[in-house]
């Protein structure tokens, strides 16, 4: 069965520096990948989403890569704020193509 | 203007008791999702909805039963409630009509504690 895990459930950084992500997918290729973010109390919003024909994407001081290779995604964060701080999830569809399958996400904490 | 809702936003009640989670969307959206997030934060889909169809059903006790009275709104019933059941529930909904490969929009979240 589809296995995504999040090398990590937690990373601290100071502020300004760049916060990277990992997220890592077993058993299977999806044909995208989904970032979200999700703070304390509230639903998942929407970040970026990457095809498997994208190396990378990029949105404002958030960048994603995609190798299929690999089988990982990595997720970046330049300068970061203490805004910033969340919890982030990797999403990637089933391979029956019919939901999505959620990691159990990583939570970024940003001191000043 | 809240694009996904939910309500109600808490809900506490005791074992055994029949409840209702209503969700709606005011994006024109064609597909809808019931997801549970269970204590360890792990967000896990139940229910997809597109144009009043159920497409897809998780491994979820049949207790559990999504009903569509429109394109807009997905409820979620849920029998006998088992202590098991206490999580928070997520609706969201999506504008592809076939199979998840665009963004999906949440609602705020439904945290259910049975007692």
């Known amino acids: 069965s589809q296995k995504i895990e999040q090398n990590s459930e937690a990373l601290n950084i100071q502020e300004g520096k760049t916060a990277t992500l990992t997220c890592n997918y077993t058993?299977?290729?999806?044909?995208?990948l989904q970032w979200y973010r999700q703070d304390p109390g509230r639903g998942p919003v929407f970040l970026l989403l990457?095809?498997?024909?994208?190396k990378e994407k990029r949105k404002e001081r958030l960048k994603v890569t995609f190798d299929t290779t690999l089988k990982q995604s990595l997720f970046h964060i330049t300068a970061s704020q203490p805004a910033d701080s969340a919890t982030y999830l990797c999403a990637l569809e089933n391979q029956a193509g019919t939901a999505l399958i959620f990691g159990k996400g990583t939570t970024l904490s940003v001191s000043s | 203007d809240t694009a996904v809702s939910q309500t109600p936003k808490y809900l506490v009640t005791q074992m055994g008791n029949d409840k209702s989670i209503k969700c709606e969307q005011n994006?024109?959206?064609?597909?809808m999702y019931w997801y549970k997030q269970d204590s360890k934060k792990f967000l896990k889909i139940m229910f997809s909805?597109?144009?009043?169809?159920?497409?897809i059903n998780e491994t979820v006790p049949n207790r559990f039963s999504p009903k569509s009275p429109d394109k807009a709104h997905l409820n979620l019933h849920i029998n006998s409630l088992e202590l098991g059941d206490s999580a928070v529930y997520f609706c969201?909904?999506?504008?592809?009509?076939?199979?998840?490969?665009?963004?999906?929009?949440f609602g705020p979240g439904t945290r259910l504690t049975v007692t």
């Open positions: 994006l024109g959206h064609d597909t």
């Open positions: 990457i095809r498997e024909n994208e």
């Open positions: 058993n299977y290729s999806p044909a995208y």
């Open positions: 909805y597109n144009n009043k169809e159920l497409i």
């Open positions: 969201a909904s999506s504008p592809r009509t076939s199979g998840p490969s665009y963004e999906q929009y």
